[in-house]
């Protein structure tokens, strides 16, 4: 049985996989580890999948998938996450600034505390200020939506038991909301452990200043989804309702103000001749859009429902 499999992203990092690789070697042998590297090559030019095939050829222990094209970090892990079969699986960069010597301490902190989920630290950061002042306000906001008090969302390094990764569903830049996306399936035993990071020996980061916009647009996306992926009537009807509502009422105002005009002998505007009325119609129409929206949504939902979509802990004398 394998306790530790180690999933690695690979994008245009030749020259640190070799070294990568003797360095997870030399510790999970060191403390009598089971263990699997898989790395996924996710659309490298420069020669990364050579030499992974080199190191596969080297070691038994080492597994590779290559992606015909870059289809970016989240889709790498989530073909890694359906692959393993270790107890607990760990991430890491394939940069060299994540230390695999602190596999172990994670390792027994899923193992023995109980943990389903173990997130790395980088509390001493290599990096410019431009990249960790930005890096600090995500992470703030992160953990003000999500209500998962971790510092560093963004850590390549993490553990996790393995009915986590077989449980959760990666894709467009959602890497970063893992412990998020984790909570949302039903894991909530979620802890964290300070990290070393080190300074980027080889090449050049491959993220820029658009990952920020683009985290904070994921993060508003997995929030929606997560929430009401189940009972999207909740959210749609809602807002349908309360705008219906509105534009109800302002036209009924509007016609009582209008017979109550006629009534008292006064002059009184046209209703099709106040602003008013229109912002009114304008409502009345998007809510009944919006409620419509929700109710197809939920037959869409009720037809798609599978099993496999919940997270089921445990069965007892099932057959199926």
């Not at 530790?4 to 009598?32: D, K, T, Y």
């Not at 898989?38 to 222990?61: E, M």
């Not at 890096?135 to 993490?158: A, Q």
């Not at 705008?243 to 006629?262: D, E, N």
């Amino acid at each position: 049985m394998t306790q530790i499999s180690v999933v690695i992203p690979v994008f245009n990092e030749q020259e640190s996989l070799a070294e990568l690789h003797n360095w997870i070697c030399r510790v999970m042998e060191g403390h009598g580890f089971s263990y699997e590297i898989i790395f996924i090559n996710d659309g490298s030019n420069d020669g990364s999948w050579d030499q992974i095939q080199k190191l596969a050829n080297l070691n038994p222990f080492v597994k590779g998938i290559s992606f015909g094209r870059n289809y970016g970090k989240s889709a790498a892990l989530d073909m890694g996450f359906s692959k393993v079969s270790g107890d607990v699986v760990f991430t890491l960069d394939a940069d060299l600034q994540d230390s695999p010597d602190e596999i172990p301490e994670m390792y027994e902190m899923i193992v023995r505390d109980g943990f389903e989920i173990v997130s790395g630290w980088k509390k001493k950061r290599h990096d410019p200020i431009s990249k960790t002042i930005p890096s600090r306000f995500f992470n703030w906001v992160t953990r003000v939506i999500s209500g998962i008090k971790l510092h560093d969302f963004n850590c390549g390094l993490k553990a996790y038991d393995r009915k986590v990764v077989k449980n959760i569903h990666l894709y467009g830049e959602m890497h970063r909301y893992i412990p998020l996306i984790a909570k949302w399936a039903g894991f909530s035993k979620i802890g964290e452990k300070v990290v070393e990071h080190r300074p980027r020996k080889y090449g050049y980061t491959k993220f820029g200043w658009e990952r920020f916009l683009n985290g904070f647009l994921d993060l508003i996306s997995v929030s929606f989804v997560n929430r009401y992926k189940k009972r999207p009537m909740h959210f749609f009807g809602t807002l349908g309702t309360v705008s219906f509502l509105a534009g109800f009422f302002i036209t009924s105002w509007l016609i009582f103000q209008k017979i109550y005009g006629l009534y008292q002998g006064r002059a009184v505007r046209e209703i099709t001749a106040q602003p008013l009325f229109f912002l009114a119609l304008v409502a009345l129409i998007v809510g009944v859009q919006l409620f419509l929206t929700g109710f197809l949504a939920e037959m869409m939902t009720s037809n798609s429902s599978r099993k496999s979509d919940y997270n089921i802990d445990s069965e007892l004398n099932l057959k199926d």
